[in-house]
């Protein structure tokens, strides 16, 4: 069956409106100008919105636009149109919805593999090593008991409600959960967890408590 010029020309239409629009003006003195943005169509299907504030000398500058987030760590200056050597103190700020207004930024979260920890409620040791988490990730603490022992993983993740944390392997683990934290480098996690959970974990406590 052949397709007509019109259903030819509608379907590149909406392969090309795919992309994000966003709101977008160029470099202006910080909380300035830039209110009135224009909105842009991004160029690219990973570009996502963005809105920055930099220095450029001694002045504070500000700018929105699309751009592609780099993975795992910061966006460099170029991505933004703007030269490295100009700027200095670059925080960008992210979002990815229709012409958003609401911008947030990427965090920074404390990592470590699964380690044994001394009870339920401690953090394996995240001091030497840190990632910059995706765009909508918080900083995560993954925990259970197996064999008697308790265990710890800290990472960047998408937030999931703690109450729906199952156990990766129900045989040999218990007191499974996980907490979130939405600032950079965190140490202290939510304790929201599910009632399945928190039975367990006081029974860890009383035994530990008087055996």
Same mark, same amino acid.
């Given at each position: 069956? #052949?397709?007509?010029?019109?259903?030819?020309?509608?379907?590149?239409?909406?392969?090309? $409106?795919?992309?994000?629009?966003?709101?977008?003006? @160029?470099?202006? &003195?910080?909380?300035?100008e830039c209110g009135?943005?224009?909105?842009?169509?991004?160029? @690219?299907?990973?570009?996502?919105?963005?809105?920055?504030?930099?220095? #450029?000398?001694?002045?504070?500058?500000?700018?929105?636009?699309?751009?592609?987030? !780099?993975?795992? /760590?910061?966006?460099?200056?170029? *991505?933004?149109?703007?030269?490295?050597?100009?700027? &200095?103190?670059?925080?960008?700020?992210?979002?990815?919805?229709?012409?958003?207004?609401?911008?947030?930024? =990427?965090? !920074?979260?404390?990592?470590?593999?699964?380690?044994?920890?001394?009870?339920?409620? /401690?953090?394996?040791?995240? !001091?030497? $090593?840190? @990632?910059?988490?995706?765009?909508?990730?918080?900083?995560? $603490?993954?925990?259970?008991? *197996? $064999?008697?022992? /308790?265990?710890? #993983? =800290?990472?960047?993740?998408?937030?999931?409600?703690?109450?729906?944390?199952?156990?990766?392997?129900?045989?040999?683990?218990? /007191?499974?959960?996980?907490?979130?934290?939405?600032?950079?480098?965190?140490?202290?996690?939510?304790?929201?967890?599910?009632?399945?959970?928190?039975?367990?974990?006081?029974?860890?406590a009383i035994f530990?408590?008087?055996?």
């Amino acid at each position: 069956m #052949k397709l007509s010029m019109v259903t030819l020309l509608a379907l590149f239409g909406a392969v090309l $409106s795919a992309n994000l629009k966003c709101k977008e003006c @160029a470099e202006s &003195a910080k909380d300035g100008e830039c209110g009135s943005a224009a909105d842009a169509t991004c160029g @690219a299907a990973t570009d996502i919105c963005y809105m920055i504030t930099y220095k #450029k000398g001694t002045d504070e500058k500000y700018k929105k636009g699309c751009a592609t987030p !780099t993975d795992g /760590a910061a966006t460099p200056a170029t *991505a933004f149109g703007l030269v490295v050597a100009d700027v &200095a103190e670059l925080k960008a700020q992210w979002c990815n919805t229709e012409l958003c207004e609401e911008y947030s930024p =990427r965090l !920074t979260c404390k990592t470590c593999g699964v380690a044994e920890v001394d009870n339920i409620d /401690a953090l394996c040791n995240a !001091t030497k $090593s840190s @990632a910059l988490c995706g765009l909508g990730e918080q900083c995560a $603490s993954v925990f259970y008991m *197996a $064999s008697d022992k /308790a265990y710890n #993983k =800290r990472m960047c993740k998408e937030f999931s409600e703690p109450h729906d944390w199952v156990c990766a392997d129900n045989k040999t683990q218990s /007191a499974c959960g996980i907490k979130f934290c939405k600032t950079d480098n965190c140490e202290d996690y939510s304790s929201s967890m599910a009632t399945t959970i928190a039975l367990p974990l006081l029974l860890v406590a009383i035994f530990n408590a008087y055996f």
